[in-house]
């Protein structure tokens, strides 16, 4: 257990030394700056449609950080280092996905109440997106190391990532955007159904395309 | 000294073949390794020794045969698996808290590989022989049974080599076995001598 949060703290330590953490809340907070020039002062049009465009900035911020979360620690041996003492890659992929949560996801929830702020969206919706959000972003944080494991040592990675998310990001944001009505009850459960489906299988997957890898 | 309780380290390969890539990288090879062995593994370049680690590691499969290791194995080989932006010191330190090794065993193995005045410096500042020693003192540190070295002598000056063979006959004369792949002798004796040749059989 202490080797495991050990490998979580490294994670965290990588991304915050890497870039790996700001790059994503830069972004992010970058689209929330960028929307308001492009529909207008608008208020209306901007409590209305901004949730949902927080959510597509969420989504794609997954990508970001996927170079830098496999690919080096292969090629310098690392996960061999793992493996050789007994760690299954399913629990390497635990364990960075469990860093993504800590490195990726909680910035990205903080800066969405600035990026809220930022584009004027009604309090109550505040509270639903950031709700929906942290529902969702266990499984964007399973993803990303999923899609950086599948995709490590290719060539063209990043646009093959984002293949790889976008169609399986769509019933997160579908639950995600549905949220973002006067009841967002029905539409929070089958979105915290889905993200803990993803979320609960995304190690098994990264896992087995750490072994696949290794050659 | 409880890690020596356990049965004495041993590493049986058994007619191994592997397949890499649809070809035969080894073929028919066999080692038996006791507690206390030094093996020198020879050959020319791509007749399969790095495979021959990597397989004993556990990092491959084998097509045929049986791979058997009784003790816990460390592996150098050239990837340094060492953080970049981290001091020579906290990069071990990971790996020797993995690994459950004191703060003794960790400076004993900095002093082995003389890397106490390298210790606060950055990892992507070490140079190709410190790296090489670099990631021998993790080896040093791990505590493990079973030492796999990948061409450690590379990059290496004449005094780094006889520290690390130093290293390996201590290794070795408390029960350990080394695995080393290399192009010139270890100025030590060895247990057996192992030629690979082009096929990957012993030769």
């Not at chain 1, 292969?74 to 007994?86: H, I, P, T, Y």
Request: proline share 4%; glycine share 10%.
């Amino acid at each position: 257990m202490r080797a495991f949060v050990a490998l979580v703290a490294r994670e965290v330590r990588l991304a915050w030394t890497g870039g790996g953490l700001w790059l994503p809340v830069v972004f992010y907070l970058a689209v929330a700056t960028l929307f308001p020039f492009v529909t207008g002062p608008d208020k209306a049009l901007l409590a209305r449609t901004g949730g949902g465009i927080l959510w597509i900035a969420a989504l794609l911020a997954t990508l970001l950080p996927i170079e830098r979360l496999i690919l080096p620690d292969r090629q310098s041996g690392v996960l061999d280092q793992l493996a050789l003492r007994g760690w299954s890659d399913e629990l390497v992929a635990t364990a960075k996905i469990a860093g993504q949560m800590v490195a990726f996801a909680l910035p990205l929830l903080l800066a969405t109440i600035v990026g809220a702020a930022l584009i004027g969206l009604p309090e109550a919706q505040m509270g639903t997106l950031l709700l929906g959000l942290a529902l969702a972003l266990p499984a964007l944080s399973g993803l990303s190391v999923m899609i950086a494991a599948l995709t490590a040592g290719l060539n063209g990675a990043s646009a093959l990532g984002g293949l790889l998310l976008v169609p399986i990001t769509i019933p997160l944001l579908i639950f995600g955007a549905g949220t973002l009505t006067e009841d967002p009850g029905n539409a929070m459960q089958l979105l915290a159904a889905t993200s803990l489906a993803i979320t609960a299988l995304s190690p098994f997957a990264a896992g087995a395309a750490l072994r696949a890898g290794r050659i | 000294m409880s890690l020596r309780q356990a049965p004495l380290p041993s590493l049986n390969v058994d007619n191994v073949a592997v397949m890499r890539g649809n070809r035969m990288v080894l073929r028919g090879l066999s080692i038996a390794a006791r507690s206390g062995d030094i093996i020198w593994i020879r050959g020319a370049n791509g007749c399969g020794k790095s495979t021959l680690m990597r397989l004993v590691a556990g990092l491959l499969a084998v097509t045929s045969g049986a791979v058997h290791a009784e003790g816990r194995i460390a592996l150098a080989d050239e990837n340094l698996a060492l953080d970049a932006n981290m001091t020579v010191e906290a990069a071990l330190r990971f790996w020797a808290d993995m690994d459950g090794a004191s703060t003794n065993v960790r400076d004993a193995a900095l002093m082995d590989m003389d890397l106490q005045d390298l210790a606060n410096i950055p990892v992507r500042f070490l140079s190709t022989g410190q790296r090489k020693r670099a990631s021998i003192a993790r080896v040093l540190a791990s505590q493990a049974d079973i030492w796999l070295m990948d061409e450690p002598y590379n990059g290496l000056d004449s005094a780094s080599c006889a520290r690390l063979d130093q290293a390996m006959l201590a290794h070795t004369a408390s029960g350990g076995i080394v695995l080393v792949a290399a192009h010139q002798p270890p100025s030590i004796n060895v247990a057996h001598s192992l030629l690979l040749d082009t096929q990957g059989t012993a030769a």
